[in-house]
């Protein structure tokens, strides 16, 4: 199957579990909104506001996933692959970093 996805500008799957009473909720927004079920979701995900909160629970999952970032690239290989991914995974981070900046 994952040969059928290698052409595809979407080919990455996300899941998550739901109770029953979420799912029909969501249902009930999706067909509110006109919008097909992924791209609501899509949607959904990418544009809510995140907002970083100073608690100490909150700023050690950000020092968290900075340390990790630093990490992963003080051990990158020099192959092209995985360099690409990291370096799209630290664009996607920082962008997001100044989204929040900009709101403020």
């Known amino acids: 199957m994952?040969?059928?996805?290698?052409?595809?500008?979407?080919?990455q799957i996300v899941s998550f579990r739901m109770s029953l009473e979420e799912r029909r909720e969501l249902n009930a927004r999706i067909a509110i909104s006109g919008l097909p079920k992924g791209e609501f979701l899509i949607q959904s995900?990418?544009?809510?506001k995140v907002n970083i909160v100073t608690g100490k629970y909150q700023s050690d999952r950000l020092s968290l996933e900075v340390r990790r970032l630093r990490e992963i690239l003080e051990?990158?290989?020099v192959d092209?692959?995985?360099?690409?991914?990291?370096?799209?995974?630290?664009?996607?981070?920082?962008n997001q970093f100044v989204e929040i900046i900009n709101d403020r």
Request: charged share 30%.
């Open 2 to 11: 994952s040969g059928l996805d290698r052409n595809r500008k979407r080919n």
């Open 45 to 48: 995900a990418l544009h809510q």
């Open 75 to 77: 051990n990158i290989n």
């Open 80 to 94: 092209c692959e995985e360099l690409y991914d990291v370096l799209a995974d630290c664009k996607a981070l920082m």
